[in-house]
């Protein structure tokens, strides 16, 4: 158990919908990061936050969007969703934003879209 | 970045130890090595980072190179639960993001 949780554990939609998923930091950990993992592109980095400030952006489309609350919470909403959204999408933490910080991910989030 | 070259798959016997190669040659003086491991859609999971010395914690040993083109992560003595992808991820320099090649597929058999 790495500390960072995800919700819900499995999600399941319909084209166009949207939806938001949720992750919980380690205790103590500012820095909050998204990953997407498709069985075509593999796991690729999305979007990280760090106190509340967003840090730095990945391959992160559009219609996708995330912040990051006081309480170092983030959600990732995802919008007018196609089938192609379908992926595991797992959150990550780490204490601060260097280099060298370790980043601790969560169980991850199942998104089928139908 | 510096890019990462892992074999797509690799077998071992169970408490036999499993020696996991990656080539990172255009690696920079002050970027580090991360291994990561993915079983089977799990969120991956933190297993050892190294910059230039052997380091060595209770999941596996890191062997860089002198040169530091190369690094083997070693499982000592590897189990069936230890079958998994494994990531060499090098860090570039001003980024704390981690970018994920494809891995290594171990498979641990009886």
């Known amino acids: 158990d790495s500390g960072v949780t995800q919700t819900p554990k499995h999600l399941i939609t319909a084209t166009g919908q949207r939806v938001t998923l949720r992750c919980s930091p380690r205790?103590?950990?500012?820095?909050v990061y998204w990953y997407q993992q498709s069985l075509d592109q593999g796991l690729q980095f999305l979007i990280q936050?760090?106190?509340?400030?967003?840090?730095a952006k990945g391959n992160i489309l559009e219609r996708f969007s995330a912040q990051q609350f006081p309480d170092l919470h983030s959600e990732l909403n995802l919008s007018s969703l196609e089938l192609g959204d379908s992926a595991l999408y797992f959150c990550a933490s780490s204490v601060q934003a260097g280099r060298t910080d370790t980043q601790y991910f969560g169980p991850g989030t199942r998104l089928t879209v139908l | 970045d510096a890019k990462t070259t892992q074999p797509p798959s690799m077998d071992c016997a169970e408490g036999r130890a499993a020696n996991l190669p990656c080539n990172h040659s255009?690696?920079?003086?002050?970027?580090?090595v991360y291994w990561y491991r993915q079983i089977h859609s799990q969120g991956p999971q933190y297993i050892i980072h190294g910059l230039k010395n052997n380091e060595t914690n209770e999941m596996a040993s890191l062997i860089i190179t002198e040169d530091r083109k190369s690094s083997t992560l070693i499982l000592p003595h590897a189990t069936l639960r230890d079958t998994a992808v494994y990531y060499c991820?090098?860090?570039?320099?001003?980024?704390?993001?981690?970018?994920f090649g494809k891995g290594t597929m171990l498979l641990v058999s009886p």
């Open positions: 205790s103590g950990d500012l820095s």
């Open positions: 936050y760090y106190n509340g400030e967003e840090r």
């Open positions: 255009t690696i920079s003086g002050n970027e580090y």
């Open positions: 991820i090098v860090r570039p320099q001003g980024y704390s993001t981690l970018t």
